[in-house]
């Protein structure tokens, strides 16, 4: 299995999480239906908030890394991490490099 680890920092509480609002939009909820349909059974994710609610981690543990590296080159999904990239730059929001770690 692999663990996958991002978090992301924001400025300010009053500014939403990019997912907060996208997964409530039209095309969010299509990508939504579309990852669970392609990857559903194959990852389990966990995202915590920081007390003072202004860091976000989000934790995904992957069945291998053949799947998660699957995902990674799926165009949808790329389409996805280019809209949170620019939300994110818009907004002042900062990213941690993602972590990767192989579990047993």
Do not use: C
Not at 37 to 42: I, L, R, S, V
């Amino acid at each position: 299995m692999l663990e996958v680890t991002k978090s992301f920092t924001k400025t300010a509480k009053d500014i939403p999480w990019q997912s907060a609002l996208w997964f409530g939009t039209p095309e969010g909820l299509v990508f939504k239906q579309y990852r669970t349909a392609q990857y559903g059974t194959k990852f389990t994710q966990v995202m915590n908030e920081s007390r003072d609610g202004l860091t976000l981690t989000i934790k995904v543990t992957w069945t291998s890394r053949a799947d998660y590296e699957t995902m990674m080159a799926d165009p949808v999904v790329q389409q996805s991490i280019v809209a949170r990239t620019q939300y994110h730059s818009l907004k002042s929001i900062s990213e941690t490099p993602v972590t990767l770690v192989e579990v047993s």
